[in-house]
């Protein structure tokens, strides 16, 4: 089992986006969908804008250069698979960080609109993980459209910077249940099966009804 960067920013945003139409089609317990669309918004967008570091160097997505490089160094002496298994507490960078970078150091634009819708989510994420949040009905519609905007505008940015994410984020959370998969292959089963017996049904028509390709009627038409 691998999970990258793009599988968990796509999965992340799928959730988020999930999460936004179970809040408005609930009339009560709303809580923990808004919860979850706020948080796995936050994550999905920072996992992405390092991946989009990543592209440019891996390098950009670490806070201390200087330990990353050090960690790069001991992984090539020691040939581990990546710099997390040196043991030297790495650390990425956090999202704000994130967006700084991929504007000034991989000279990508974010619309000033994009950048303060996610700057709010991420304040609401620090508050509902750090602290604690209340809302009244016109702070809660406001929230609301903006983790809307949010997503959509957002997706729309990563596309031009990440291939075929909008397909990944389709395709993300994906399941597959032990009984499901057993009836695809009792059906692939079945089909390989009657598959066959169709070409072993043609067979044996040829072989009644031609000659070497001729139709036994006029074969037999020929040799009289």
Do not use: W
């Not at 809580?31 to 950009?60: M, R, T, W, Y």
């Not at 710099?83 to 000033?112: M, N, Q, S, Y």
């Not at 905007?149 to 993300?172: P, Q």
């Amino acid at each position: 089992m691998k999970f990258t960067l793009l599988d968990n920013g796509s999965d992340s945003l799928k959730q988020s986006y999930s999460s936004l139409e179970r809040f408005s089609n609930l009339y009560q317990g709303t809580e923990h969908s808004l919860k979850d669309a706020v948080i796995f918004l936050n994550h999905g967008l920072e996992i992405l804008l390092k991946l989009i570091l990543k592209n440019h160097s891996p390098a950009l997505m670490f806070s201390d250069l200087k330990l990353y490089q050090k960690a790069k160094e001991e992984m090539k002496k020691k040939n581990l698979k990546n710099v997390f298994e040196v043991g030297l507490k790495l650390h990425t960078v956090p999202l704000e960080e994130a967006l700084k970078r991929v504007e000034l150091l991989c000279d990508i634009e974010i619309p000033e609109t994009l950048k303060a819708a996610i700057f709010h989510i991420n304040k609401i994420r620090n508050e509902i993980m750090h602290y604690s949040i209340d809302l009244n009905e016109e702070e809660l519609e406001d929230l609301v459209n903006k983790l809307k905007y949010c997503y959509e505008e957002s997706v729309d940015f990563l596309e031009k910077h990440i291939e075929n994410l909008k397909d990944r984020i389709n395709t993300a959370r994906f399941e597959l249940t032990i009984n499901e998969y057993e009836e695809i292959m009792q059906q692939e089963y079945y089909d390989e099966i009657m598959q066959q017996e169709m070409i072993e049904r043609e067979e044996e028509y040829h072989m009644e009804n031609y000659y070497y390709g001729i139709p036994k009627k006029k074969y037999n038409a020929y040799t009289e």
